[in-house]
């Protein structure tokens, strides 16, 4: 049936002199006993296309128990994360940056981390993507602004020949793409007295992508302020080449699966090599 509907929707449809095609995701549910009412089959039918969408679209979905589950899940999840910076849950841990040559430290990346009172550690790589689809990503990020600066700031306080250290801090695409991070970014330095060249801010390839217009506005007057930029998981994007010329970029971070696999696999070892080679003429 969900063959027949594919092959009925592509059939080309004539528009105003243009012609198009279509695509459905389909979610299909049985009619089992389990079922008391009109309104279950339905969402569980809508939570079955939702998992078509997410398999690559243009394709159909049987609804299982475990998709429900999943999205129980995340529901859960979601509205627990909602409430996880009132309840200070979040917090962030600091890893280290070593120069290579000198061995010695030359600054900290600002992790943020999700303690949950009854899942334990829950991964960024889990509540990231959540924050993002439920609108708290850019809440969180603020929050990560304002504590890595304040760490920064303390530390620099405590040890002055911590001055020359810089404090990097993740950024993700909403926040780029919200016109008034610049002003927010000006705000948090001011008020832990914090010097822009201790700061600096990584953004991924990505992120660039989806609106390189309000970006590059953003990562202007950023740079007008003599704060860094540092692209990360270089190498995974669509356009690597071009946006080392549209965008004020002044660190490249390699992407982590290529330099995992150099001492393993030749072609990443060249890969990494190639990007250090067009990096330093650059001033990169």
């Known amino acids: 049936i969900c063959d027949r509907i594919q092959d009925l929707l592509s059939q080309p449809l004539s528009v105003d002199g243009y012609t198009f095609t279509l695509t459905a995701s389909i979610g299909v549910v049985l009619s089992a006993d389990l079922y008391s009412c009109a309104d279950d089959m339905l969402r569980d039918a809508d939570i079955a296309m939702y998992e078509a969408k997410r398999q690559g ?11 429900y589950d999943q999205v129980a899940y995340k529901l859960s999840l979601e509205n627990e994360l909602r409430l996880a910076l009132k309840k200070a849950e979040l917090f962030l841990v600091y890893q280290p940056i070593l120069d290579l040559e000198t061995e010695k430290l030359s600054g900290f990346e600002a992790l943020i981390r999700w303690h949950h009172p009854e899942l334990g550690m829950v991964s ?57 991070f610049p002003r927010l970014v000006d705000k948090t330095l001011r008020k832990t007295h914090l010097n822009a060249r201790n700061i600096k801010l990584e953004v991924t390839e990505t992120s660039l992508i989806k609106n390189t217009q309000v970006s590059w506005e953003n990562l202007r007057k950023l740079k007008e302020k003599h704060i860094r930029i540092s692209l990360d998981d270089f190498g995974t994007g669509y356009s690597s080449l071009s946006y080392l010329i549209k965008f004020p970029v002044d660190t490249l971070k390699i992407d982590r699966s290529f330099v995992s696999t150099m001492k393993s696999n030749h072609s990443s070892l060249e890969v990494v090599r190639a990007v250090i080679t067009l990096a330093r003429p650059l001033g990169m």
């Not at 504590?147 to 950024?171: D, F, G, K, R």
Request: glycine share 4%; charged share 15%; with cysteine.
């Open 57 to 67: 679209k243009a394709c159909y979905q049987l609804f299982s128990r475990q998709m």
């Open 124 to 180: 960024p790589g889990e509540f990231i993507p959540l924050a993002e689809e439920a609108g708290l990503i850019n809440n969180i990020g603020e929050f990560a602004l304002a504590e890595a600066c304040h760490q920064m700031s303390q530390w620099i306080e405590a040890y002055p020949e911590a001055a020359a250290l810089t404090m990097n801090i993740n950024v993700s695409s909403h926040q780029l793409e919200t016109e008034s």
